[in-house]
């Protein structure tokens, strides 16, 4: 991929400019409307629904309510690192920076003494094991910077921002704290491998993307310093040439399913946040050819993500994705969403296929699997639903959400979708 050698030519004399102006000011001075680098939610609707907060409306009053509510619990929580797990879950590197995490879908082997090597167990969820590794910890800082900067971005108040700083130097900045931009020992399976981590693992990396969105939302704070932006940028600078140089990221970069997609995703996310704008733009005129017309059949399945055992809840994690992925590229390429193959290969009809089970039972989706969770993957059709109506406005997505959505007034969802 001829982008990865440009972004780190670029990447190398972008560091060198910031770091010879002397830590000046160097964010851009621009109108709060001004759409972000990195924009993974409905922006234009976001305006809206701070306009219509500004004008005392009551429309978004519950959701703004409960989004400030527990922005304002975070302010008092003691930031989250990756070093703050115990000695005896440190990656074989004995390096605490390195993330480690195992995979949610491996268990103790039934069939030896000691349990080794682990097993893998297709939509089982270890949910013991898995909530005491650095997934965890990594989840938790993302659900708070993003609802930090959402918070700022929403009420303009800045104790929010610099509260969403606070917790991003830690995880990524603070020598003592900070984790190694790599994902090298994601998704380990105990006594496979020398328990080293696995490529899919680098699906975790999707987080960063709802931090780098936050944090394009707060550059008009005063939190947001120039040795700050140097600084984020440095780390997210060095995770891209890993996906881009490492066998992992290759292997992933080759995957036909979510994987690649959400590999694509944090390419594309890193690329705007650092403004390599050369990057980005070979990222995106790749999408449709090389995700899309591959993953998506022109009836709009997905045959490898129908052939798991939680089959909807992964077509809706992938086009979730996809629509992330459209949302980042706007700019770019505004006609993503409506592109198509010859024989017609494309989104909308992804959408359209998932978009026929809310209101049925798991028994109606046979011959697929979903072994868990059917009303939570129908509840995440519903708000793809809505979504997707803000890139096609003539189709019935909105009445369908409207129909089945079961979501709570006061979710966050209604002011971001």
């Not at 490529?199 to 310093?225: C, D, H, K, M, W």
């Not at 403004?275 to 490898?304: L, N, W």
Request: aromatic share 12%; charged share 25%; net charge negative.
């Amino acid at each position: 991929m001829n982008a990865r050698i440009l972004f780190t030519a670029t990447i190398f004399l972008y560091t060198s400019y910031l770091l010879l102006a002397n830590n000046s000011d160097l964010k851009t001075n621009h109108s709060t409307d001004k759409r972000p680098a990195v924009m993974v939610w409905n922006y234009d609707h976001m305006l809206n629904v701070r306009k219509s907060l500004q004008n005392n409306e009551n429309t978004y009053q519950l959701p703004y309510a409960k989004l400030i509510k527990e922005a304002k619990l975070i302010l008092d929580e003691k930031a989250v690192a990756v070093t703050d797990k115990p000695d005896y879950k440190i990656a074989r590197s004995g390096d605490k920076h390195d993330f480690i995490s195992v995979s949610k879908y491996a268990w103790p082997n039934p069939d030896t003494e000691d349990g080794f090597p682990w097993v893998y167990v297709d939509g089982i969820i270890n949910e013991e094991n898995f909530s005491k590794d650095d997934a965890v910890r990594l989840d938790k800082m993302t659900s708070r910077v993003s609802k930090l900067c959402l918070a700022y971005f929403f009420s303009g108040d800045n104790r929010f921002a610099e509260k969403a700083v606070e917790l991003s130097r830690v995880w990524f900045i603070d020598p003592s704290s900070r984790m190694n931009p790599n994902l090298t020992y994601a998704q380990v399976i105990p006594g496979v491998d020398k328990d080293m981590g696995h490529p899919p693992g680098i699906i975790f990396g999707r987080n960063f993307i709802y931090v780098l969105a936050g944090l394009s939302l707060l550059q008009e704070s005063p939190a947001y310093t120039s040795d700050f932006q140097i600084k984020i940028k440095n780390w997210f600078s060095e995770y891209f040439i890993w996906l881009t140089t490492s066998e992992a990221g290759d292997i992933v970069d080759k995957m036909p399913n979510n994987h690649s997609i959400a590999y694509d995703e944090q390419l594309l996310a890193i690329a705007l946040f650092t403004g390599d704008t050369i990057s980005a733009k070979k990222i995106v005129s790749d999408f449709f050819p090389r995700r899309i017309a591959m993953q998506v059949e022109p009836d709009g399945r997905m045959p490898h993500e129908l052939s798991r055992n939680r089959a909807l809840g992964y077509s809706a994690f992938n086009i979730k994705n996809i629509l992330e992925f459209c949302e980042m590229a706007r700019d770019l390429n505004p006609n993503l969403f409506f592109e198509k193959t010859v024989d017609n290969k494309c989104i909308g009809k992804s959408i359209d296929f998932i978009a026929a089970y809310p209101g049925k039972t798991v028994a109606d989706f046979s011959p697929y699997q979903q072994i868990a969770d059917w009303e939570k993957s129908v509840e995440e059709v519903c708000w793809i639903l809505k979504w997707a109506h803000n890139f096609n406005n003539s189709s019935n997505y909105l009445s369908k959400f409207k129909e089945h959505i079961i979501s709570e007034e006061g979710n966050i969802n209604f002011m971001l979708y």
